[in-house]
């Protein structure tokens, strides 16, 4: 603990952002860094508790607080104290081979369990992260790292998010020969699809997958497997096969009209806002539109922060569930999960253009009416959950003006044409089964991690599969392991 005092001399200070007002112009990121010396002071303020939550990973209440990744927090805030940002940067690799992914969209579980958190404000340990990998990438300090030797085994790896990604980088270091299949013109999964650009640049993921193609992983995209190569094929030119599919069939909405014209997945409407920031090719816009978002998740505000970019009438996002908490209650001390209101960028740029939050809780879409088969306007209804089950309220019906309808209501698994492909037992949540803590399916050579495994979850969650998943592998490969 390079400064023990640290915690009662500094208080908590976050980057600064770009205002609402002004970042709404743009599809850039709006995060900007403090000075190094407010950042050293950031990473004075860690305590190295002796049991350091941060980097536990506990369920408590059926909540993860801590990071999954167990990341060495304590270790890289003091390094960064003292200025050593060499071996800051050294300590974080160690846990997260991708920080520059986390340290934009992660929601930061190890801040939640942080000690400060108690009684204050919790150290700025994603932004910390966000420096230490940022500063290397400035300095020239991210190269090319090689395997020693090369076995002869092969692995394909299906999917090219963040839990493939992390299959491949960890499998490829070791000397395994990896190829990833991407049915996307570019790597990154959702990563690049998914999350818009003014969370995660682009660029970003360009220069990471540039580092891999060096480092020695092939990328196959625009193969769509399942469709362009058969499960037999892979079976055949690989020793392993690793399912990193993701969980993206969308859960749809039962309501009429469900076909008019206006009506579309989030990720579909995302997808191609992306497309156009990079190739200029037409996408679904919402300007001049009254758009309508039916889930109140971190997708949901992605669409409302889109959306508003791209010159919407009107933004109104629809939310089951009763509103959060502002503060912490009672039965939901610190370390658990703070389950309090979160006001997102997206809410907050809605409340600077419309001057009131786009959100409305325990409400639902009850009826769609469309006019020359187009979507004209939505109907409201209230909801209660009776022993589980959701009523709607008589008499609570409300109607408003709506042209684009984005339905941002969550996934429901691992999609049907990946699934029928290749032909595995599926668990209550559609997702690829495995045996009991471990990665391996009923067939011998194929293996699953991320999000077609575990369901919908975090970008640090699917690191860690990916992780996990790797060592698996290379113990069934070899016949032993020397990952960590």
């Not at 089951?320 to 703070?338: H, I």
């Not at 809780?361 to 959701?390: L, N, P, R, W």
């Not at 575990?454 to 699917?462: C, I, K, Y």
Request: proline share 5%.
């Amino acid at each position: 603990m390079g400064k023990p005092t640290g915690f009662l001399e500094y208080k908590r200070k976050d980057n600064p952002i770009i205002l609402p007002s002004e970042r709404i112009h743009t599809f850039h990121e709006f995060h900007t860094e403090c000075d190094v010396e407010e950042r050293r002071r950031q990473a004075a303020r860690c305590m190295n508790c002796s049991v350091p939550f941060c980097q536990s990973a506990i369920v408590l209440k059926g909540k993860v607080t801590g990071c999954p990744l167990h990341n060495l927090i304590p270790e890289w805030n003091d390094e960064v104290y003292k200025g050593h940002d060499m071996q800051a940067l050294s300590r974080l690799l160690k846990t997260n081979p991708f920080p520059e992914f986390t340290g934009r969209v992660c929601p930061a579980l190890c801040e939640k369990a942080c000690l400060n958190g108690y009684d204050q404000q919790p150290v700025t340990i994603k932004e910390n992260e966000h420096y230490i990998i940022e500063n290397a990438w400035r300095n020239g300090k991210m190269v090319p790292h090689f395997p020693r030797e090369r076995t002869n085994k092969k692995v394909a790896v299906i999917g090219s998010g963040p839990a493939g990604l992390t299959v491949a980088t960890t499998l490829n270091q070791r000397g395994h020969n990896v190829t990833v299949y991407e049915r996307e013109d570019e790597p990154g999964g959702l990563l690049m699809y998914g999350i818009p650009n003014m969370k995660l640049e682009k660029a970003i993921i360009f220069r990471r997958t540039e580092l891999l193609k060096e480092e020695g992983i092939t990328f196959v995209c625009n193969t769509d497997v399942g469709r362009d190569i058969t499960k037999e094929e892979l079976l055949e030119k690989y020793d392993a096969i690793v399912l990193c599919t993701g969980s993206k069939q969308a859960r749809d909405l039962t309501i009429n009209n469900r076909e008019a014209e206006g009506i579309y997945f989030a990720t579909d409407f995302l997808t191609g806002v992306t497309k156009h920031i990079l190739t200029h090719q037409p996408c679904l816009s919402a300007k001049g539109k009254h758009v309508v978002i039916v889930g109140g998740g971190d997708t949901g505000n992605d669409c409302a922060g889109t959306a508003i970019r791209q010159g919407c009438a009107s933004l109104t996002q629809v939310e089951m569930m009763p509103e959060p908490p502002r503060e912490r209650q009672a039965d939901n001390p610190w370390p658990e999960w703070p389950n309090v209101l979160k006001t997102d960028y997206g809410q907050q740029e809605a409340i600077t253009v419309f001057g009131k939050d786009p959100r409305i809780y325990e409400k639902t879409v009850k009826s769609i009416e469309t006019e020359d088969g187009k979507t004209k306007a939505v109907t409201f209804v209230t909801v209660q959950f009776t022993q589980g089950k959701m009523e709607m309220v008589e008499g609570t019906e409300q109607t408003i003006p709506c042209e684009l309808l984005l339905i941002a209501a969550g996934f429901t698994g691992v999609e049907s044409y990946i699934k029928d492909a290749f032909g595995l037992p599926m668990t209550k949540r559609n997702t690829f089964e495995t045996k009991e803590n471990s990665h391996r399916t009923s067939e011998e050579k194929i293996f699953v991690a991320g999000d077609a495994r575990r369901g919908q979850s975090l970008v640090v969650w699917a690191i860690e599969e990916g992780r996990e998943c790797a060592r698996e592998i290379d113990a069934y490969l070899m016949g032993y392991t020397n990952l960590e």
